[in-house]
């Protein structure tokens, strides 16, 4: 229906136009008075009808005829209009007036094809109102048609016939017009295909070269932008700046015309900023790996510094070789040098050094570690001017890991690979420090590096004292020492100052000496403990000279004397004397490479030994002497050891001069102590010696038991005294190996107890009473010890001088076997006195302890010159105790 009423529209718009006789007779202007004069549209539109009718009514067309054909476009219209108004709402028929309104006049005012007018009314569905529109402007036309028609109605009429006329010629004409059209057309087809061929080919030319000068401008763009995608995905941050700022400022004004060079331009600062973010990204990715791999780097560059020092020992061996030809002190050099390497060494490779080196020992830091992000990221912040930002940032991460490089572990204490970690670590990180302070300018300062170096030092300094405190075992102190010297000579090669690692140094070899102090103590213990304290016998020549290289002694008596021999000391002389030595050798190797003098060196190792000799030696050696269980044998021969052990301290300076090199003038004045020390502990073994002597005799002397009572004496001498005198004449004979002066000196202080003790005997205040037959059953006794101490059981004694130990009881006894009282009270006070070291207060309480004994007598039983006797010793005892008086009082004067 509704392509029905589309053609009813354009066939009635059609024979509108036709019925137009004469189109050019109109002036164009008023054909088409809104366009150009240039343009003539083909196809008229039906405003351009309505005018052209209103010409035809003008210049003499039929009124009616041009009434009639208005009629039939009027009833198509209708007729469209009727059909379509059922299926049109009326609710937008107000909607679309405005519309249809500007429709009609675009029909009316532009000779456009009618097809967009028509497309337009059908596709709003408001077709009925437009009908209705257009009906009310017919008619309007119609009645000014037919108000023109009733004005011009004649000359119409004229025209008509005139047009009448002509129309045959007209359908003659146009039939040939047709047919010359037809063979025309005909016969320009090839020529108008050729034509819109060319004209194609000329649009693509056209559009090729067009193409082509775009490509041309726009490919150095895209392969730049290419380009900087490519080195971004290289990781060539650098790089790709430069080539991001060629793109912005050189290309990309090129082609700005383009869409894609907007898009690009907007996306430059995001690529800055990925850039900036990605060399970020890789400088953190750089921070964690390179705290993953200080301690690979701290480990070469130490081991470098030590294959270097190394090699420097070499050369000056070599040249001390050459220099000295004594071959025992190259070899203690050299084991010395062996001792003294952390990490272990052959002799082969120390030789080799000069010829054999291992690739990686040649690697620095640069070549182990790839400082390339530092570098990109450093000069990309620098282009983009944040140079001080990346300096900041870069400075805190390191201050941040320097202080986890300086944190130990809990345990570092335990294991000599926990102090290696440790170091290594440190010396990684400064090793890349220096790397970069090299390598960049201004990253990293020396000023940033002196701070870093003062506030590690600090922390190395407080942890190495701190957990070398927890070590006790002296092998794993000297290497740790080993190792925090070549620690310093490390980090001093990379300029850094470790004098107070040194000084640390100093403080931990006193506790290295503390630790030895311990050690020996427990080394000198189990030596005096398993020491059988009897004189060395050798059985061979073999044993013969390995004690004679161990120990310093010269005898030429015992040389001469045949298989087996005996060496006045036991064997722990040499045993204590070789560990002495030892203890001097590990004090030395805590001093080597401490870049400390000869004369330093000797000195610290001479107090060391001083130490270890008054303080462990002799306290071990006290302590072993007051043990119980120790005989009269056995401290007999720890005073011989001593005297031995004295005379080799001249030989213990001598080999510690030649050890530390100290020799000539440059010797310290510091001397080795042994000597007092081992005097000291002599006197405290003689004194032992003493008191064990003395108690002995004790012993003996409790057993006495005298009956003070006794009448008459037995004729012999008390068994307990024969048996202590037997006793003191084999311990006597035992001190033939001891000095003289030792021997003596025991001897007389026996005899001087001996005597206080039996005088003791006789003053003591539990006796009450003393008869005469006691008292020469006593003097029985003293004559027993007056003929001991008359055998000199210990010889080089004055004449008399042991004798006088019993001289007092001697003349306290014959002035009562005697009783000589006469004698004595005349001569007292007189140094020709018979009885001059009797004193009156001693005569005076045995005189009353007999007096005590006697009274139990019956005076009327007693014999005449019993009675005497009393009677003299009454009187003896006030005449004694007068002169006590009497003494008494001059003192008060």
Known sequence: MKGEIQKDVFGACGKALECRPNFDSVPRTERHPTTSASVNPPVPPLLHTWREVTRLSETSFSNMAASNHWKKISAAVKFVSKDAAASQERARLEAIEAQHELLVNEIEATDAPLGPVCRAVYDNEGHETFLEKLNTRIRSHDRDIERMCNHHYQGFIDSITELLKVRSEAVKLQ???????????????????????????????????????????????LEMYIKLKEQMDQKRY??????????EHTYLPRVS??????IMADAIPRLRESIKDASMSDLKDFLESIRKHSERIGEHAMSHALKQKDLDRVLVRKYLMKKSGNKKVQEEKKDTE???????????????????????????AQDMIDFSPVYRCMHIYSVLGAREQFENYYRKQRRKQARLALQPQSNMHETLQGYKSYFHQIIGFFVVEDTVMNTTQGLVSRQFMDELWDMALSKIIAVLRTHSAYCTDATLMLEIKNLIVLFSDTLAGYGFPVSQLYDLLMEIRDQYNEILMKRWLQIFREILESDTCAPLYVTDKEEYSEIIRSFPYQDEALEKEDFPKRFPFSGSVPQVYKQIKEFAYACIKFSEDLNLSHTEIDDMVRKSTNLLLTRTLSGCLTSHIKKQTLGMAELVQISINTTHLETACVYLEDFISNMTGAVGDSVHTARLQG????????QEAESQIYTKLNT???????????NWTLQEPRGHASGYLMDLIAFLQSTFAVFTNLPGKVAQTACMSACKHLASSLMTFLLDNEVRQVSMGALQQFNLDVIQCEQFVDSEPVPGFKDGALQMTFVELRQLLDLFMAWDWSLYLSDYGQERNKYVRVHPSTAITILEKMREADKKKNLFSLKKNERDRRKLLDAVLKQLRQLVNGGSNRIQE
């Open 175 to 221: 039939s040939l017009v047709t047919e010359s059209n037809a063979a025309l057309q005909e016969s320009s087809k090839e020529l108008v295909k050729k034509s819109e061929e060319l004209l194609q080919c000329r649009r693509i030319q056209k559009n090729i070269t067009s193409a082509t000068e775009s490509l041309t401008l726009c490919l150095p763009v």
């Open 238 to 247: 650098y790089p790709a700046l430069k080539t991001l700022e060629q793109l």
């Open 257 to 262: 015309r383009y869409r894609f060079s907007k």
């Open 338 to 364: 062996e001792e003294t390497n952390p990490f272990g060494s052959e002799d082969g490779e120390e030789d080799d050094d000069d010829d054999d080196e291992d690739e990686d020992e040649e690697r620095s």
């Open 675 to 682: 000597t007092n020390t081992f005097k000291d502990t002599r």
């Open 696 to 706: 002995k005799i004790d012993e003996f002397l409790d057993l006495a038991c005298y």
